[in-house]
């Protein structure tokens, strides 16, 4: 295929060369945003006079003709072609003749393929809100489920306070609202339109900028042609998205992986998200949730990848920038694996209470609320604490545990202990006592259950 640029040029591309240089085979995916931005374009072009209308027509009519036949398989794309926006115009030139050379008039490349990547990049920050909010309905109506089976909560990774597993994994429900907002944000800034910024000095033709980007759905125009063309934030802000994403999925893939180990045994994964061994039949393994949280890296990679390119790049475009899709694409199409395969893992996870409520019965994970007894006793904090402390050390030397000592016990270490102590500090109602906003006491956890739901039914 003859280069579009080819005319300045006395001998072709070195094959090597040629081969290096193309970016057909990755961003070939965005041939519907390359052909849609055409439309626009030539639209424009007639409606501002800058060709006719009936050439305006002939083009769209052409392009429409090109995306159908590439949608149905028709056309291949050819891998021998540079990149996507070459394939098009070509095989449009090709169709019309001369009109099809008019395309092109009033644009470069360099706005065209960053109003391309623009259009991918809002259409795939739709589709991981998409999963995310798939993924945050899954994980609540998990919390609902289990509001109410006791657990132990954690801090250093030693028992510290009872929770209950509804409200530990509404905090994930949180955290996964957050990533909502943020790819929303993102979008926001993500939707403005380089076209016609051309190569990086604007055009000399009297075009509409404001026509193209009504038509493509984005709120505005870049302001500057020189950032138009060589911007490339949206990018690294949604790849920092998606590493936030990556981030929560892979710190829940954790709990998941500890959570279904035979040490705790909290939760049985079904057998559709786990594998076996090749050689020990007893092994149930959380493949999934480990696969998450090694792509984790991976997409941390990415994110590093496109900053490295984008740290010493002056204005305005350079050819450094065709690496931004390889890292941008690999971070979409791996967190949305990761949301495809997590949502319904979750969906089918089911939790064991009694052994929740076993291990938090251990690890004198009701001395807070013992110590809080002495504080209403009238206790300072400090002292309670201290008093407390020394009670655990007593258990911890002569195997026992809070409930198991006697009042008589509990007065060699405080007068203020009384019978209702044992009260104070079953497991039970040490969870239900916590009644404070966002806490885990049922109250608490049903309003965090009514507040994720309210949020999905935004967006039902």
């Known amino acids: 295929m003859d280069k579009m640029w080819a005319g300045r040029f006395s001998k072709a591309l070195n094959t090597d060369a040629d081969g290096f240089n193309s970016s057909i085979a990755f961003d070939c995916r965005m041939y519907k945003q390359d052909i849609k931005g055409s439309m626009a374009h030539a639209a424009m072009l007639g409606a501002c006079g800058v060709i006719t209308e009936s050439e305006s027509a002939q083009i769209i009519e052409g392009l429409q003709g090109i995306l159908d036949d590439i949608d149905s398989g028709a056309l291949a794309i050819d891998m021998n072609a540079e990149d996507i926006h070459m394939f098009v115009e070509a095989e449009l030139t090709k169709r019309l003749g001369d009109v099809g050379k008019k395309l092109h008039t009033g644009r470069s490349r ?24 798939k993924l945050i309905s899954a994980v609540n109506s998990k919390a609902a489920e289990y509001a109410d089976a006791v657990m132990p909560g954690y801090t250093h990774l030693q028992r510290a306070q009872p929770v209950t597993f509804g409200h530990y994994l509404s905090a994930y429900s949180m955290m996964l609202i957050r990533d909502v907002t943020r790819i929303e944000d993102a979008v926001k800034r993500m939707n403005v339109s380089p076209l016609g910024c051309a190569a990086l000095a ?6 509409d900028r404001e026509m193209t980007a009504s038509a493509l759905g984005f709120d505005g125009i870049t302001m500057n042609s020189l950032d138009g063309v060589s911007d490339r934030d949206y990018c690294v ?71 490295t390119v984008l740290k010493g790049i002056p204005l305005a475009y350079n050819k450094d920038m065709q690496e931004d899709k390889e890292a941008v694409f690999d971070a ?26 076993s291990a938090a019965k251990k690890g004198f994970i009701n001395a807070t ?23 655990v050390g007593f258990c911890l030397k002569n195997g026992k545990t809070l409930e198991d000592l006697s009042l008589d016990e509990y007065h060699a270490f405080a007068r ?21 906003a966002g806490g885990t006491g049922k109250s608490a956890v049903k309003a965090e259950l009514a507040y994720v739901s309210d ?6």
């Open 455 to 460: 949020f999905l039914k935004k967006y039902s």
């Open 110 to 133: 360099n706005d065209q393929v960053a109003v391309d990547l623009r259009l991918c990049m809002r259409d795939e920050a739709d589709e991981i809100k998409r999963l995310l909010l």
């Open 237 to 307: 802000e949604l790849l920092s998205c998606i590493a936030s994403i990556m981030m929560h999925l892979s710190r829940f893939s954790e709990e998941i992986i500890l959570w279904q180990s035979w040490e705790f045994k909290f939760i049985e994964l079904d057998d559709g998200f786990t594998t076996g061994s090749s050689i020990m039949p007893q092994k149930k393994n959380p493949d999934m949730a480990e696969l998450v949280r090694g792509k984790t890296g991976r997409v941390y990679g990415d994110l590093i990848a496109m900053l």
């Open 332 to 357: 979409v199409d791996t967190v949305k694996k990761c949301l495809s395969v997590f949502a319904p893992m979750v969906e089918t996870m089911k939790a064991i209470p009694e052994n929740m409520l």
């Open 202 to 207: 604007g055009t000399t033709y009297p075009i």
């Open 369 to 391: 609320d013992l110590a809080d007894y002495l504080v209403g006793k009238g206790l300072p904090f400090r002292t309670a604490y201290k008093t407390v402390g020394q009670t």
């Open 416 to 436: 203020e202990f009384d019978c209702d102590l044992y009260d104070a500090i079953d497991i039970k109602n040490c969870v239900e006592k916590r009644v404070s």
